[in-house]
């Protein structure tokens, strides 16, 4: 399992990438922007001219794509990748799709005689610069147990969530649940500010009392509070806005679907596409706290 192919070479999946060669992968990349490909051609990777090129004859295959509609669109599009690929490599897409998009990818695969896990990451894109990211994986187990190898060198945390498509269910869940926190967070400092209250006085106190939480803990959204965290260099990289707004639309998909009540979900989807309508879709998640600001 060592000649892999890796599609999708963005914030998240070039330091992915750079971590597979730094372990001694033997490893063909592909992207569609040409600097992405250099930076991987100078650490040492294999480009290609396309997807099918980084695909053909690897033993695990890895995207890391933007969308529902990216990914189908490779897999089973047309000249879709899994009609026309060569050997029989493990298929792991890492990107955060619908469940049911994560599904019909998988059934393709299956018929074609692959295997194919959806493995979207928690973590960021520092996770992925460390290599600690968290794997939420969908899948058979025999295919996910070919996989650790490599989500061990790009993450410290695998959890197998179940078949195909549980990895997406799960992944929606916390990102959802994130943006909810990141949104009560800002607001609470915020309103403490407007009080008088020093931010970081107050973060200190709620992180030892009953709102603590990640994003006041790890992420804190309010400016100078926290060192290396995107507040502190205004909101530049990081998690971006449309993305999470893109999250949090897949999690009103699901609530659809399974007809589940989500509304603190669905006021989370609402403030982050007003903040994205205010020019900041590019900025990092946590800058919502400019929305609260007076």
């Known amino acids: 399992m060592k000649k892999v192919g890796f599609i999708g070479l963005g914030h998240m999946g070039a330091p992915m990438a750079l971590n597979l060669l730094k372990a001694g992968y033997d490893l063909k990349v592909f992207d569609l922007n040409p600097t992405a490909l250099?930076?991987?051609?100078?650490?040492?990777?294999?480009?290609?001219?396309?997807?099918?090129?980084?695909?053909?004859?690897v033993?695990?295959?890895?995207?890391?794509?933007?969308?529902?509609?990216?990914?189908?669109?490779?897999?089973?599009?047309?000249?879709?990748l899994l009609q026309n690929i060569s050997g029989q490599p493990l298929i792991i897409d890492c990107s955060t799709i619908a469940p049911d998009a994560a599904k019909e990818v998988a059934a393709a695969a299956r018929r074609r005689g692959l295997d194919m896990l959806d493995a979207p990451v928690s973590?960021?894109?520092?996770?992925?610069?460390?290599?600690?990211?968290?794997?939420?994986?969908?899948?058979?187990?025999?295919?996910?147990?070919?996989?650790?190898?490599?989500?061990?060198?790009?993450?410290?945390?695998?959890?197998?969530?179940?078949?195909?498509?549980?990895?997406q269910v799960a992944k929606i869940c916390n990102n959802m649940l994130l943006g909810i926190q990141m949104i009560s967070t800002a607001e609470a400092l915020q309103l403490g500010v407007n009080n008088g209250l020093d931010p970081a006085v107050l973060s200190g106190i709620m992180n030892k009392s009953?709102?603590?939480?990640?994003?006041?803990?790890?992420?804190?959204?309010?400016?100078?509070?926290?060192?290396?965290?995107?507040?502190?260099?205004?909101?530049?990289?990081?998690?971006?806005?449309?993305?999470?707004?893109k999250d949090l639309g897949l999690a009103t998909e699901a609530m659809l679907s399974s007809?589940?009540?989500?509304?603190?979900?669905?006021?989370?989807?609402?403030?982050y596409a007003l903040h994205a309508s205010k020019g900041n879709g590019d900025l990092d998640f946590s800058s919502i706290q400019k929305l609260f600001q007076p």
């Open 123 to 167: 973590g960021g894109v520092a996770g992925a610069e460390a290599g600690t990211l968290t794997f939420i994986v969908g899948g058979e187990a025999s295919a996910l147990k070919k996989g650790t190898p490599l989500f061990n060198v790009m993450g410290k945390n695998v959890f197998h969530a179940g078949d195909n498509g549980a990895g």
């Open 59 to 80: 033993d695990v295959l890895i995207t890391m794509l933007p969308s529902s509609p990216h990914v189908k669109q490779l897999y089973i599009g047309e000249g879709a």
């Open 210 to 245: 009953s709102g603590n939480n990640w994003a006041l803990e790890v992420y804190n959204p309010y400016p100078g509070v926290m060192d290396n965290v995107p507040a502190s260099r205004e909101y530049e990289g990081g998690f971006l806005v449309d993305l999470m707004s």
């Open 38 to 57: 250099k930076a991987l051609a100078d650490a040492g990777a294999a480009t290609t001219a396309s997807a099918m090129d980084a695909a053909n004859d």
């Open 259 to 271: 007809k589940s009540s989500t509304p603190m979900g669905s006021l989370a989807k609402s403030l």
